[in-house]
């Protein structure tokens, strides 16, 4: 039997209305979609209408384990009707058995977590933790990255329109080009941290190869630089292994983690090894809601449902099968890992997003105007797979 065989009925598939509600109250600042969406079961969703979608997107990497997986809403529900919220002025069980699976998740180097809220939140901490450890203002980022909207996280982000805004306030970031090793001279004694993301998703799909991370860790041992690996959207299994670290026998000094780690509430972590943590002291770190009670039953029921489900293992999976399957109409090209998957196109990315929306499926877009991306749930059904394949073919070359 087909490892990845299903019996979820494939979606009927009716055109895309063009009608979007307007909403006085809410500031129109996002390049929406022109859906309504009200529900979502496993790798669907549903629209007002009832129109259903394949999500090739997971609404930005974030329904890891599936729209409303029974096993984390009843850890939410269970949760929430136990304890709602309870900050850090107190320990909590359910906080201190996340941080503890979370780590034995993650690789042997990488013991201590930190909780916050999101991807932005868990990257700021950790470059305020790399100057505060090395006493040094300068940090080290890749063209193309994307590591939030927060000031430091700001610096490292390769974003003109965001520098230009707040211009006088970020630090001095060095920019390297991808891969290429010659770069890695920039990274000297003034650089505190060097922070990538082991897959560019944003910028396009782009990985960072196997002779690249291993060079980067040298050099930042070399110059006494902490080594920060972005996983906001590598990790928890979705590159078919738990965490992009210590992949090509690279563990950086630090991870973050976001997104996908509790499905859909609002989580983010730092993991850093035992040298990083013992230079923090009370009062270094701080966040309210970090770690709130139903956001750890919610990691803890993604935890136990990857392992239950074989869900990283089944990553791996469908990440071959897309680069088998999807090279394909305008396709030319497949990228990336696991359930990080970018389309290289004969065209554009954002066209080829909209006819498949037309179609029933939902696909992102990136920086490289001709790569178009795919961030699925990782309980993805293959079905999906061949169904997004025949609607690549049908639209042709």
Known sequence: MDALASTSVAPAVRPVSRETATH????????ALPLDLVEGRGARVFDSSGRVYWDFYGGHAVALVGHAHPAVSAAIAAQAARLTFYSNATTLA?????????????????????????????????LQIALRATGRRSIAALEGAFHGRTLLSVSATADARLHGLLSGLTTTC????????????????????????????????????????????????????LLIYDEVQTGMGRL???LA????????DL????????????????????????????GDLGSTFGGGPVACAALLAVLETLEREQLVQRAAMLGER??????????RDVLGRGCLIGLRLRGSAKALQTALLERGFIVG?????????????????????????????????
């Open 174 to 225: 060095a920019r390297l080009r991808a891969n290429a090793i010659d770069d890695l001279a920039l990274i000297d004694e003034r650089v505190a941290a060097v922070i990538v993301e082991p897959i560019q998703s944003l910028a396009g799909v782009v990985e960072l190869g196997a002779a690249y991370l291993p060079a980067l860790r040298e050099r930042c041992d070399a110059v006494g630089a």
């Open 322 to 331: 897309m680069h088998e399957r999807l090279v394909a109409g305008p396709v």
């Open 245 to 252: 670290a210590g992949a090509h026998g690279v563990t950086p």
């Open 94 to 126: 359910v906080r201190n058995e996340a941080a503890e699976r979370l780590a034995a998740f993650a690789p042997e180097a990488l013991q201590r977590v930190f909780f916050c809220n999101s991807g932005t939140e868990a990257n700021e901490h950790a």
């Open 24 to 31: 006085a109250a809410l500031i129109e600042i996002f390049a």
């Open 365 to 397: 877009t990136s920086g490289a105007a001709d790569v178009a991306r795919l961030l699925p749930p990782l309980t993805l059904p293959a079905e999906a797979i061949e169904e997004l394949r025949t609607a690549l073919i049908d639209l042709g070359g």
């Open 240 to 242: 078919g292994r738990p």
């Open 255 to 282: 991870v973050t983690l976001a997104k996908g780690i509790a499905n859909g509430l609002p989580m983010g972590a730092v993991l850093m090894s035992p040298e990083v943590a013992a230079t923090l002291k009370p």
